[in-house]
């Protein structure tokens, strides 16, 4: 992807979400949420952070009635309430901690659910911030089992006043291992082609 995109940020969002950046620096700036590793094939330094999502979602759906609204917030099918940054819904963190709702959240269950994606979808966008070049997110790819729901697209643009690019191609790891395998023996794949292209994705 960052052969594809120069300094781009890799959004991939499957059972967790992994959000990496090469960044072109020796400065190693640790945090407690981002882990830095060398950079893989060029100088600088990875910044890497994680994020949970099919914990936070799977607790939100023991309600099934949460859950129907959730799958339909998803899929596009329906529009989420205005709750998007309400912050009536916690994630739960690293370590084990559960994820709550807050004592004043509506009991309405599509209001639920869309605070439960808004949520994510903040933590999210908190992840990119913070592994960018000085806290300011250059270009995104989106990648992962969730770019094929509409509606969290959806979502993920209205939390970051962007709409970003999707990498088709589902299995990004797979094929970047074989792209470094190619460029150990001299080969030069293209990493568009090798990635199935992007998706160019147009704000609504």
Known sequence: VHRMVPHAILDSMGTAEVVVATIPTSIRERSVDVDLAPAIGSK??????????ARNVSWAAQ??????????????????????????????????????????????PRARASAVLGALAHAGQRAIDSVSHNGVASDVRLAGGWIRSPGWLDIKASVSGNRAAAILEPEVTAVSAAMLAARARGWDPDPVSALSGLSALVMR
Not at 44 to 53: H, K
Not at 76 to 88: A, F, I, M, N, T
Not at 89 to 96: A, I, L, N, Q, S
């Open 44 to 53: 600088g330094v990875t910044r890497l952070r994680v994020e949970e999502l």
């Open 63 to 108: 309600d099934p009635n949460i859950a129907a609204q959730i799958r339909a917030l998803l899929s596009g099918s329906s529009r989420p309430e205005p709750v998007l940054d309400s912050g009536y819904f916690t994630p739960g963190r690293k370590g084990g901690g559960q994820p709550s709702y807050s004592p004043n959240a509506p009991h309405s």
